[in-house]
């Protein structure tokens, strides 16, 4: 198979299970509309997520780092995936609660103004505009890697996986590996450097499955896979 051709195929893939992540949370948006409240859910991860989507779709523009479509393609749906689920938060959530996602919004619009305005204004090479905005995706990449660490120390302090379903797991190592490769195949440090620690991170909590599977208490299995969804995409 041509170079080219496979890593457009592996980008489809990828597209694919990553588009499955983004709507792993959407049980807990039917809940929420079923029962016209917000509950106990937080907003912060879909929050934190549309503005990795966002740095992530302009790294993709030809204008920053050429022939990265499949790139644009997935952030873009990952983008008005959030995008709705916030407009859900805002519909039944408390003004105070509103208040706060529209505060935190409109900083997140800011900052990644100042992003673009500076890229295209200070850097006029696709290498400085894309070493520039690729480390900002990283950073923010690597910071949404907190959640995960807090879900693992629950799980070695509770010896349960409840937290922490096996799907999401496999899921998200299969979805690491793909975008892994993807970045291999026409080098790609800044896709590459997120994954590989994605990777190494579900490696970890499939190990952590294996060995506390047996000693978890399932009661109330389904709250705790909701939580998780949530705070997986922190």
Same mark, same amino acid.
């Given at each position: ?10 980008? +489809?893939?990828?597209?694919? /299970?990553?588009? /499955?992540?983004?709507?792993? &949370?959407?049980? *807990?948006?039917?809940? +929420? %509309?079923?029962?016209?409240? %917000? ?7 879909? @929050? ?14 030809? +204008?920053?780092? &050429? ?5 644009? *393609? ?11 689920? /916030? ?6 959530? *408390? ?23 500076? !890229?295209?204004?200070?850097?006029? !090479? ?5 070493? @520039? ?10 910071? #949404?890697?907190?959640? &995960?660490?807090? =879900? #693992?120390?629950? @799980? +070695? ?6 937290? #922490? &379903? ?9 979805? $690491?590996? =793909? ?19 994605? *990777?190494?991170?579900?490696? =970890?909590?499939? /190990? ?17 896979? @909701?939580? #998780?969804?949530?705070? $997986?995409?922190?």
């Amino acid at each position: 198979m041509d170079h080219d051709a496979l890593r457009t195929l592996v980008g +489809i893939l990828g597209n694919i /299970i990553a588009l /499955i992540l983004f709507l792993s &949370p959407l049980p *807990t948006f039917m809940k +929420i %509309v079923k029962a016209k409240s %917000v509950q106990a859910y937080r907003p912060d991860p879909y @929050v934190a997520t549309i503005l990795n989507c966002g740095m992530w779709m302009f790294y993709s523009l030809p +204008i920053v780092h &050429p022939d990265s479509l499949l790139v644009f *393609t997935i952030n873009c749906a990952g983008f008005t995936i959030e995008i709705v689920f /916030i407009t859900i938060f805002l519909i039944y959530s *408390t003004w105070g609660g509103r208040k706060k996602i529209i505060i935190v919004l409109v900083m997140e619009a800011l900052f990644a103004a100042a992003v673009v305005v500076v !890229t295209l204004m200070c850097f006029h !090479t696709y290498a400085s505009r894309s070493l @520039v905005v690729g480390m900002v995706c990283v950073f923010f990449n690597i910071l #949404m890697y907190a959640a &995960p660490l807090t =879900v #693992m120390k629950m @799980v +070695i302090k509770t010896k349960s996986v409840k937290f #922490m &379903p096996l799907s999401l797991s496999v899921a998200t190592f299969a979805s $690491s590996i =793909v975008w892994s490769a993807y970045a291999l195949l026409q080098f790609d440090p800044f896709i590459l450097v997120p994954n590989a620690l994605g *990777t190494l991170f579900s490696i =970890v909590q499939l /190990i952590l499955y294996a060995t506390y599977y047996s000693s978890t208490d399932w009661g109330d299995v389904e709250q705790g896979e @909701v939580q #998780m969804l949530s705070i $997986s995409k922190a």
